[in-house]
C-alpha cells in the first residue's frame, strides 16, 4: 500500500521534498547498466534529506524506473555527505488522523522492502550521515558500502520515545545479532543518543566494506560489479537464534527498565519487535512494526519527544530574548579565576572550542600548577584517543598557562570566576579583577545560585557583568545558563550568546533570579522528598516516588552527584528568598555536617540499602507517606513553582523551562521536559487551573 501523489501532498503539504533520480550508469565488467537512484532534498548538508509521504513516492517512482530497465544491479545513494537521517518529523506533529498515521507505516514498509525481495541485487552506498529510517532504507538493500568520513550512524528513535519502525528492529538482528542489535537500538540511544563511528559499524556488520571519501562512487561502483560477478563473496556471520538472543532480549528489557521506568512506550515496545525478530519473519514482524508505529504516532508521549526534538534542534539554536549578535564582541583571550576542578574543566572547553590563550589564576602556585596539570592531561588523553592530532595538542597545551598575578587578565577579553560559592568572596574576586581589566571586557560568574546584580553592585562597570553557569559535568551537559543582570547591557549579552554558541553550548536567557531555573526546580521537587522522609516516610519510597517519570537518577542520588553541600548552599539562598516554599532539613544539614555524602550504599550484587550511619543521624516523625502521596505532591510543587518563575519572568516561555531541564538535568527527551507530563496527567490544571501548553503543542491535535 503506497499513497498517491495527491494523497502525500494532502498529507504533509509543507514537507521539504526528497527526490530520488534514476540513472543508468555503465560500470567496467559488468554487461548491462547499474541503476543508481540518487536521494537529494534540493538543500546543503545542514538540511539533511528526510522521508515523508511525496519522498517515498519519489523513490517508489525512482525505483518503478529502476526495475524497468533491467539492470545489473539497483544502488542507493545520497547528496553529498548525506545519505539519508530518517522520516520527516516537522510533518508527523501534524498527524490527527490514525488512518494516515497507519499509511505512512505501511508505506515506509513497501517500499523499502521491494530493495529487500528484488531478485536484482541491491545496494546502499552510503555516502554520510545515516540515522532511522536512512539506515533502514540501507539496511533494506542487500549489501552496504560506506564512506569513510560518514559522521553520524545511529538510530536514534529510542531516544524520541520512538522505535524503529521501517523495518529497522527485524532486519537489524538478524544481520548482526540480537544482542548487537539491542546497543544500536536500545542502549546507545537511551545512553544520550550516542552515534556509531565508522570503525564500529564495519565492525559489527552493518556495512560490508568501508572506502575512501575521495573517489567513494567509483570505487562502490567497481565493488558493486565485483560482487555481481561473483568475484567477491560478502560473509555474513551466523545468527544465534536460541539462548543468547534470549539472553539479548532480557537485556534489553532490564536497560529499559533502568532508564525508563515502564514510562516510555517507544522503548518498550523496541524491545518487544526484537524479541519478535527471532523468527525472521519479515511479513509478522513488519507488520507488527506498523501495528506499533500506526499506534504511537497518534500518542502525546511520542509528541512530547517531537517537541523535546524541535526545542533542542530549533528553539535552542535561536534563543529568546537574545540581543542581536551583531553587538557581539570578538573574545581572544580568556581569564579564569580559580584552578579548581570547575575552573580547569571550563579552561579546558575554552582552549578546546576557542583555540585561544586561557589564563587560571588561584590563590597559591600549587593550586595553579595543578590547573593547569589537569587541563594538560585531558589534551593527552584526547591525543590517546586520536581526537587530536600531536601538533594540536602542543599548541592546545602550549595556550594554558598560570599566573598568581591577575595582572594577567590585562588584555583578557573575557575573564569567568568559579571561586567558591559566596557572595563577599565573588565581590571581592570582581572588584580586584576591575582594577586589571579593559573597561569593555566582559567580567562573567559560574555562581549556580547567587544574584548577579549583587555582584556587580559596587563595580564602576557593572554593565558588563553576566551570568555564564554551566552544568556538571562540563564537557557532557550542553547547557549554559546565561543570566541577565539589572544593569547588563546588550553588548555583553550578545557577547555571552556568541561565546556560548563557540562553545557549542546550547544557551538560554534566564533573568537574575534566584537559582535561575534547573537548580530552583530541582531544588524545590528534593525539598518535597525530603521533607517526606523528615516526616517518617522510608528512604526507598521517598527516593523512588518519581520512577514513573523515568527521570536519569532518582532525587537522592542526585544529590549525591551533585554533592550534599552544594545541594544544602543552594536551597539555603532559596529557602532566604521564598522562605514559605523552600524549607532547609535539619537532617540535611547534619548529614552534611557528618561529611558523608551518600544515603545509599550498594553491595557487590548491586542490592542497595541505606547506610546505617545516615539512618542512625537522620531523626524521622511518624508521618509516613506513600509513594503516590510523595510524588503527587512532589509534582504538584513543581507546577506552581514552574508557573511562578513563568510569571516572574525567569525564562519567556514554557518551552524555555523544558528546554532547560532536558539540557541542563539530562531530563529525558520522550518525557517533552516536565511540563507536557504535567499537562498529560493534568496536573498543571488541578494546581494552576490551566495547561501549561497549547493543545497540540507536545500533544496530538484535537
Known amino acids: 500500500m503506497t499513497f498517491t501523489v495527491e494523497q502525500a501532498q494532502a498529507a504533509f503539504p509543507d514537507e521539504v521534498v526528497t527526490k530520488a533520480v534514476t540513472r543508468l550508469v555503465r560500470v567496467p565488467g559488468l554487461d548491462k547498466p547499474v541503476a543508481l537512484v540518487t536521494l537529494d532534498n534540493g538543500h546543503d548538508h545542514t538540511r539533511p534529506s528526510t522521508f515523508g509521504p511525496q519522498g517515498l513516492v ?90 569513510e568520513n560518514t559522521a553520524a550512524i545511529a538510530f536514534p528513535e529510542v531516544f524520541l520515545g520512538l522505535f524503529p519502525g521501517w523495518g529497522g528492529t527485524q532486519l537489524l538482528p538478524n544481520l548482526i545479532g540480537a544482542d548487537a542489535a539491542v546497543t544500536v537500538i536500545i542502549e546507545n540511544a537511551l545512553n544520550q543518543n550516542k552515534m556509531l563511528n565508522v570503525a564500529k559499524a564495519a565492525e559489527l556488520g552493518i556495512v560490508d566494506e568501508v572506502l575512501g571519501s575521495a573517489d567513494y562512487l567509483e570505487q562502490s561502483l567497481l565493488w558493486l560489479a565485483k560482487v555481481v560477478n561473483g568475484e567477491i563473496t560478502v560473509q555474513r556471520r551466523e545468527i544465534d537464534r536460541g539462548e543468547a538472543w534470549d539472553n539479548a532480549i532480557a537485556r534489553a528489557r532490564s536497560i529499559v527498565d533502568g532508564k525508563t521506568h515502564g514510562a516510555s512506550p517507544g522503548a518498550t515496545k523496541a524491545v518487544e519487535l526484537l524479541a519478535l525478530a527471532k523468527n525472521n519473519d519479515l511479513g509478522a514482524g513488519y507488520a507488527a512494526e506498523t501495528d506499533g508505529l500506526a499506534e504511537l504516532l497518534m500518542s502525546d508521549t511520542l509528541r512530547a519527544g517531537l517537541y523535546s526534538f524541535n526545542l533542542v534542534n530549533k528553539r535552542a539554536k535561536r534563543p529568546a530574548g537574545a540581543p542581536d549578535k551583531s553587538l557581539a564582541r570578538k573574545v581572544g583571550k580568556v581569564g579564569v579565576v580559580g584552578a579548581g576542578l570547575m575552573a580547569s574543566q571550563l579552561a579546558l572547553l575554552f582552549v578546546r572550542r576557542l583555540k585561544v590563550p586561557v589564563v587560571l589564576t588561584d590563590v597559591d602556585q600549587a593550586r595553579i600548577d595543578k590547573g593547569v596539570s589537569y587541563v594538560h592531561g585531558e589534551i593527552d588523553k584526547l591525543l590517546g584517543k586520536k581526537r587530536v592530532s600531536p601538533d594540536e595538542a602542543n599548541r592546545l597545551k602550549a595556550l594554558v598557562s598560570g599566573s598568581l598575578d591577575k595582572a594577567a587578565f590585562a588584555d583578557a577579553d573575557f575573564v569567568i570566576e568559579a571561586v567558591f560559592e559566596e557572595m563577599g568572596v565573588k565581590q571581592q574576586v570582581f572588584g580586584e579583577l576591575e582594577q586589571y581589566v579593559s573597561p569593555e ?186 509513594e503516590e502521596e510523595v510524588r503527587e505532591r512532589a509534582l504538584s510543587a513543581i507546577a506552581e513553582e514552574i508557573r511562578i518563575m513563568l510569571d516572574e519572568g525567569v525564562v519567556a516561555e514554557a518551552q524555555d523551562i523544558d528546554l532547560c531541564l532536558i539540557l541542563g538535568a539530562g531530563w529525558p527527551f520522550w518525557l517533552g521536559g516536565i511540563t507536557p507530563y504535567l499537562d498529560r496527567t493534568g496536573i498543571s490544571t488541578k494546581v494552576n487551573g490551566k495547561p501549561f501548553l497549547a493543545p497540540g503543542v507536545a500533544s496530538v491535535p484535537a
Open 441 to 626: 571586557a566582559i567580567l562573567a560568574t559560574n555562581t549556580s545560585s547567587l544574584s548577579v546584580s549583587e555582584m556587580a553592585s559596587k563595580l564602576a562597570h557593572p554593565e558588563r557583568v553576566v551570568g555564564f553557569h554551566f552544568f556538571n559535568p562540563v564537557a557532557v551537559l550542553p547547557l549554559l545558563e546565561i543570566v541577565r543582570g539589572k544593569r547588563t547591557d546588550d553588548a555583553s549579552l550578545a557577547t555571552a550568546f556568541a561565546l556560548g554558541k563557540q562553545l557549542k553550548k546550547s544557551s538560554v536567557l534566564v533573568k537574575d533570579a534566584p537559582a535561575f531555573v534547573v537548580n530552583r526546580l530541582l531544588l524545590r521537587f528534593l525539598g518535597e522528598v525530603l521533607t517526606a522522609i523528615d516526616e517518617g516516610t522510608p528512604f526507598d519510597v521517598a527516593d523512588h516516588a518519581l520512577d514513573p517519570l523515568g527521570l536519569p537518577m532518582s532525587p537522592l542520588v542526585l544529590t549525591q552527584l551533585v554533592g550534599p553541600a552544594i545541594a544544602l548552599h543552594v536551597g539555603e539562598t532559596l529557602h532566604a528568598a521564598f522562605p514559605d516554599r523552600f524549607g532547609v532539613s535539619e537532617n540535611l544539614k547534619r548529614f552534611v555536617d557528618s561529611g558523608k555524602t551518600a544515603v545509599w550504599q550498594w553491595d557487590s550484587t548491586g542490592q542497595q540499602t541505606v547506610d546505617p550511619e545516615v539512618s542512625a543521624l537522620w531523626q524521622q516523625g511518624d508521618k509516613p507517606s506513600t
Open 58 to 147: 519519489s523513490l517508489n517512482a525512482a525505483l518503478d524506473e529502476a526495475f524497468a530497465a533491467e539492470p545489473a544491479a539497483i544502488a542507493v545513494t545520497g547528496k553529498p555527505f548525506i545519505f539519508a537521517v530518517g522520516a520527516d518529523l516537522s510533518g508527523v506533529e501534524a498527524i490527527s488522523d490514525p488512518s494516515l498515521a497507519r499509511e505512512i507505516a505501511e508505506t515506509g514498509h513497501t517500499v523499502f522492502r521491494r530493495l529487500t525481495d528484488s531478485k536484482i541485487p541491491t545496494f546502499a552506498f552510503v555516502n554520510g550521515a545515516v540515522m532511522g529510517g536512512g539506515l533502514e532504507l540501507a539496511l533494506s538493500c542487500h549489501y552496504r558500502t560506506l564512506s
